[in-house]
């Protein structure tokens, strides 16, 4: 038997037609599929404006540049998440400022957001974890209170909902990352999205070498070259067609998989909050303390039993070296401390077929 893996990029027949027709039309960088693929984006996502990056980070690079966020400032965000959400901040040469999570959904505990905000702090990245939105009703008006920006690292939630609006319209400015293991990808990409004409001017700007838009080789302000190409954009948009369809069955499997572990004792089972979809970029069980054996050990024995699952993340991002610009007290990270050594993530991709999903039920069942 071969190893159940984690995660499995969709890819069929229609992906390798638009990428195949755009390689052979001779025009492959930057250009007509980009554009469509950011207005297909912005549909999606019922904002004004998208702008395509070549990937996640990228993104968040440029969403923190948009919004203006300078040398020294300080940026607040949650101290559970892929590395590359603390470093864009690092990128603009402004300090994260990491905040503990919320046990039950994993994301920034809210009520520790107000402790950590100084007269430096300038805004908040927000991430939804796993797929599942934050408490952007609470955050939005913290964030107005005390005049800072939020962004949505929704790296992970293409497609979920919160209060009646999609992931990607839910802060000041959006970011998605079109990686090969995210819901959708053309292997390596990323989107930003906002309402705000200014922010997406200086997105557009800042992707393109500063360059004025619209006139080649004037340049106003420092820019990389954070271009998607066309034929990634190909196949992105065939992704984007189906979004729907892998949506719901990352869904329907979370659904069966809740069903028969929330009788597990010691296990808990995500844990959705109110007013929001969740749409599963990953299925993470909690393997509490008093389970028969922790998350690492479950780990093993899982891929003994070919089964690959995965610890996201096993450590929280205020203990690395290069992110530390305050001295955290050690109770600062009570929850955050303790779900790490808790989290496991099952397979939970699209491509799983119902006999992998009877076999992943039936050995966790039989612990
Ligand atoms: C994947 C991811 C990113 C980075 O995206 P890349 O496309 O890999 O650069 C940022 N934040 C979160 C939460 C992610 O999961």
């Known amino acids: 038997m071969t190893v159940i893996s984690i995660s499995k990029p969709v890819i069929e027949k229609d992906e390798i037609k638009a990428a195949l027709q755009v390689l052979s039309s001779g025009v492959i960088a930057q250009a007509s599929q980009v554009a469509k693929l950011e207005e297909q984006f912005a549909h999606l996502c019922q904002t004004k404006y998208a ?14 540049y948009a919004i203006d966020i300078q040398p020294g400032d300080e940026v607040i965000t949650t101290a559970f998440s892929f590395v590359a959400t603390a470093n864009s901040i690092l990128m603009v040469g402004a300090r994260p400022i990491f905040v503990d999570i919320d046990e039950k959904t994993f994301n920034i505990d809210v009520a520790k957001i107000k402790k950590n905000v ?8 927000v991430v939804n974890l796993f797929g599942q939105p934050a408490d952007y009703r609470e955050i939005n008006y913290l964030a107005k209170k005390y005049h800072l920006k939020v962004i949505e690292d929704a790296a992970q939630s293409i ?13 000041d400015i959006s970011c998605f990352s079109l990686y ?8 390596e990409g990323g989107m930003v999205t906002t309402n705000n004409c200014n922010y997406f001017q200086r997105a557009r700007r800042f992707r393109n070498h500063g360059q004025r838009e619209g006139k080649k080789y004037d340049y106003i302000a420092l ?20 979004i729907d369809k892998l949506t719901k069955r990352r869904q329907d499997i979370a659904k069966k998989y809740n069903q028969i572990f929330k ?25 509490t303390r008093d389970f028969k054996m922790n998350n690492d050990a479950l780990k093993k024995y899982l891929l003994s039993k070919n089964i690959q699952s995965s610890v996201y993340y096993p450590k929280p991002l205020y203990q690395f070296k290069h992110l530390q610009f305050k001295k955290y007290h050690h109770a600062d990270f009570s929850v955050v401390n303790k779900i790490v050594k808790e989290v496991l993530s099952i397979p939970v991709h699209p491509l799983l077929t119902n006999e992998e999903i009877n076999y992943i039920v039936k050995t966790i069942i039989h612990l």
């Not at 702008?51 to 923190?64: K, Q």
């Not at 497609?159 to 802060?171: E, F, R």
């Not at 034929?231 to 948009?237: D, R």
Request: a positive charge; one cysteine or more.
């Open 51 to 64: 702008v395509a990056t070549n990937n996640g980070t990228s993104a968040l690079h440029t969403a923190l």
């Open 223 to 242: 820019g990389y070259n954070y271009r998607l190409t066309d034929f990634q954009a190909a196949v992105a948009l065939a992704q984007l067609k189906k």
């Open 118 to 125: 100084t007269k430096k702090t300038k805004a908040i990245i």
């Open 263 to 287: 009788n597990i004792p010691d296990l808990i089972v995500p844990i959705i909050g109110v007013n929001r979809t969740h749409v599963f970029h990953q299925y993470t069980l909690r393997v």
């Open 180 to 187: 090969a293991t995210k819901n959708i990808t053309c292997g």
């Open 159 to 171: 497609n979920a909902v919160y209060n009646g609006k999609k992931s990607g319209n839910l802060a």
